[in-house]
Nanobody, 118 residues
């Protein structure tokens, strides 16, 4: 079983930055594709960003393009989401997910809360 742990969430002012991290542990093998999702209060979970196992292919939701950057971490099976110019509408629980193929996920984390106050 692969276990994912997100970290780096918090309460910030609109316009501030946060860097989320996701680390995979347990029965990990090989390289994983990875994605970030979020769920705001009263809303459905939505896609935020994705990266393939090589780190070359990346994708972003239109709402975060130009503000968020996804990357692979320096340690194996770690990933980051740099979030700049945060807006109140970015407030949500952020989840990371990994899988063997780009945008196909088999394991999910428990989430980390991000709150951007106006």
């Amino acid at each position: 079983q692969v276990r994912l742990v997100e970290s780096g969430g918090g309460l910030v002012q609109a316009g501030d930055s946060l860097n989320l991290s996701c680390a995979a542990s347990g029965q990990t093998s090989g390289s994983y594709a990875m994605g970030w999702f979020r769920r705001a209060p009263g809303k459905e979970r939505e896609f935020v960003s994705a990266i393939d196992s090589s780190g070359r292919d990346k994708d972003y939701a239109d709402s975060v393009k130009g503000r968020f950057t996804i990357s692979r971490g320096n340690a194996k099976n770690t990933w980051n989401l740099q979030m700049n110019s945060l807006k109140p509408e970015d407030t949500a629980v952020y989840y990371c997910a990994v899988g063997p193929y780009y945008k196909m996920y088999s394991n999910w984390g428990q989430g980390t809360q991000v709150t951007a106050s106006s």
